[in-house]
Structures are given as structure tokens and as C-alpha cells.
């Protein structure tokens, strides 16, 4: 899906917003309907970098956590290389826009230490087919199509392997190519073509990896999707988006509380869903492990080298 086409783009990037206002730590202290009793905070404003902070979700984040005694203020950025360097410089307090892969290329191109201190959601790439209902009527030796550019073929190939269609050497990483497959292992060979031309291949193929741009040329929807990321699965985590912050502050109560009201307000998890088209799925994934994740993936990027 576009979204995450754009999350790959220029990850070591240094541009910050223009316009920003005095760095977070300079706030001044904003009036709330009532006094929090978080610890550690004391009204003032945080600032959370957002891409679409027109989405209308954020206003009604913005009413919960005002009525948890929290102001925030919502810094919107027009590119994805922004956010992340505006938080490493102190102009934010949080950002949230980004997947786990996407924040661990930007620690390692950049020498940051940012951390995730909450998830948000994944927005799942699915497996289609105008020929079969399920992965299990896709016959031995098949052909399935997978994007080409490297950041959508990669996670494609962890789809299938997650359906049970591709054994990868090693498991897999988000940076697997088709040499990575281990075929003789593997149900279905794999071919792959622009990302705007498997949706008008399905007649030629068993099934197709389809980002969520390109269905609709099919005549499908999300919902015709006969297998897609899942979740639970370790290799997806990868693609949880996720709340960033500072690893000082990784544990400031008044953050954590921000990413609680994300997961729990069931208005707020409401219009993510439908700003999603409703492919979301929505997480509660430990920081803990989001930050073990992301650990694993710097480790992968350096390797890449």
C-alpha cells in the first residue's frame, strides 16, 4: 500500500518541517478542563509529528486525551523523512507514523537511538486470486506474483511464507529477495512485476501479492483477500506502526498514558478503522517488544551493510 511504499523512501533524510515552534521542552503550559494527576506532568502541551493530521481520528484523539487532562498538539509534516529528525532534535515529544522497520533504517542511517513505547496498527498486504477462494486450491508448482521494488517484495515473500506457500532460508527478513527462497522446500514458484501491474496479471497467475492501491483495478476489495499479514506472527512485527520517543523518555507516565488512550478509546480505534478502509488490524503489542524488534532489525540493517 502506499503508505508503506512511502515509509521506505529516504529514511536517513535530515529535513525538518518549516515552521516549527519552540522545541518541546520549551512549552508553555496549556489550560485544561481539569488538573491530571499523572506523574510527572504538569499541563503542558506535547507535541505529537503526525502525516495527516487531517485524518479525522486525530481530532477525536485529541478530545481523549484532553479529557484525561492532557493537551497535545498535533505537528503535521507533508514528508516522511521529517518526523524522525524533528523528535531527535527536541521538537517533539512523539511521532507517530511510522513502522518498526521504517524507525530502525532511520536509527542506523542517522546514529539515533529513538525507541517505540507503544503500537498502533498494521495495515495488512494481502494474497489475491480470481482463481481460487483459499490458499489451499492454489496447486503444487503454481506461480504467485510479488511486487518488485524491494521494500514490498520482501514483506510479499513473508506472506506467502506465513501462508504456507514459500519456505524462506532462514526464516525470512525484511530484506528477503526471490534468492532467498528455498525451493525445493517451497509450494509454488514466485515471480515478480511492478506493483501496478499484478492486479491486471491475476488471469496469467494463481494469485497475486496486491497493494491496497491496486485491488480495485481487479474488482476486488480488501475483504477477497485469501491470505495477508498477520499480526501474531514474529516476521509481521516488523510492520506494526508504532508511537516513537526518545529513549529518555521512553517511560515518561504522560506518554504512555497517550499511547493507552490510542489502544482503549474505542472512538479513536472507530476512525482509525474507517480511515483504513477497515484493514487496520489494531495492536496492543508490549513496548517491550516492539523495542526487541526493533533492535533485531537495526542489527539486519547493518548486516546489509
Known amino acids: 500500500m502506499a503508505r508503506f511504499r512511502k515509509l521506505f523512501a529516504a529514511a536517513g533524510a ?36 503526525v502525516v495527516g493530521a487531517s485524518d479525522e481520528y486525530w481530532t477525536t484523539y485529541k478530545e481523549a486525551a484532553a479529557a484525561e487532562g492532557i493537551t497535545i498538539e498535533l505537528i503535521d509534516f507533508a514528508e516522511y523523512n521529517q518526523p524522525n529528525p524533528a523528535l531527535a532534535a527536541g521538537e517533539l515529544d512523539l511521532n507517530q507514523f511510522q513502522h518498526v522497520l521504517y524507525l530502525a533504517q532511520y536509527n542506523v542511517a542517522d546514529n539515533e537511538t529513538l525507541v517505540p513505547i507503544g503500537a498502533t496498527a498494521i495495515y495488512p498486504l494481502g494474497l489475491y486470486s480470481t482463481k481460487h477462494d483459499s490458499v489451499d486450491s492454489i496447486p503444487e508448482g503454481g506461480t504467485v506474483g510479488v511486487p518488485n521494488d524491494p521494500s514490498n517484495r520482501a514483506r510479499a ?145 547493518r548486516a546489509q551493510g
Not at 33 to 42: K, L, P, Q, R
Not at 186 to 191: A, D, G, I, L, P
Not at 198 to 207: H, I, P, T
Not at 261 to 290: C, F, H, K, R, W
Request: hydrophobic content about 45%; aromatic content about 4%; charged content about 20%.
Open 14 to 49: 535530515l529535513a525538518l518541517a518549516v515552521g516549527l515552534s519552540a522545541c518541546a521542552g520549551a512549552n508553555t503550559p496549556a489550560a485544561t478542563d481539569g488538573a491530571s494527576s499523572i506523574e510527572g506532568y504538569n499541563g503542558e502541551t506535547i507535541k505529537i509529528g
Open 157 to 301: 515473500l513473508l506472506v506467502l511464507q506465513s501462508a504456507g506457500l514459500i519456505t524462506l532460508k532462514d526464516g525470512g527478513s525484511p530484506f528477503s529477495d526471490l534468492t532467498d527462497i528455498d525451493e525445493a522446500a517451497s509450494k509454488v514458484k514466485v515471480t515478480e512485476l511492478n506493483a501496478d501491474l499484478l492486479a491486471n496479471s491475476l488471469g496469467d497467475l494463481e494469485a497475486a501479492i496486491i497493494n491496497n492501491d491496486f485491488i480495485k483495478d481487479a474488482g476486488l476489495e480488501a475483504s477477497d483477500a485469501i491470505a495477508q499479514d498477520d499480526p501474531n506472527d514474529p516476521a509481521a512485527l516488523s510492520y506494526a506502526n508504532i508511537f516513537a520517543a526518545r529513549a529518555d523518555d521512553a517511560t515518561k507516565p504522560v506518554l504512555l498514558k497517550l499511547v493507552e488512550i490510542y489502544q482503549t478509546n474505542a472512538e479513536v480505534q472507530a476512525g482509525v478503522l474507517e480511515n483504513s478502509g477497515g484493514t487496520a488490524v489494531m495492536l496492543t503489542t508490549p513496548a517491550a517488544d516492539l523495542e526487541a524488534q526493533l533492535h533485531k532489525v537495526e542489527d539486519d540493517v
